[in-house]
């Protein structure tokens, strides 16, 4: 299935994610949070590809960004 490739490539920049916050430079730990930020994007558009989202969770999640932004 085609949500597999997308948990695939989430998990490959989690496992990228905890080896640079494991290592005690600075930078590192940006690089690790950048990291975990696209392994959980990737997951979203992983289980976005298993079931349609409706027009009012599209509308929520707007709301729900702009606020946060």
Same mark, same amino acid.
């Given at each position: 299935p085609v949500y597999?490739?997308?948990? =695939?490539? %989430?998990?490959?920049?989690? =496992?990228? %994610?905890d080896v640079f916050l494991a290592l005690p430079q600075k930078p590192m730990f940006l690089l690790g949070l950048i990291s975990f930020l696209l392994g959980h994007v990737l997951y979203v558009f992983g289980f976005l590809t298993l079931a349609p989202v409706s027009a009012w969770a599209q509308a929520g999640s707007l709301v729900v960004i702009v606020i946060s932004t």
């Open positions: 597999y490739y997308w948990m =695939l490539a %989430g998990l490959v920049f989690c =496992l990228g %994610g």
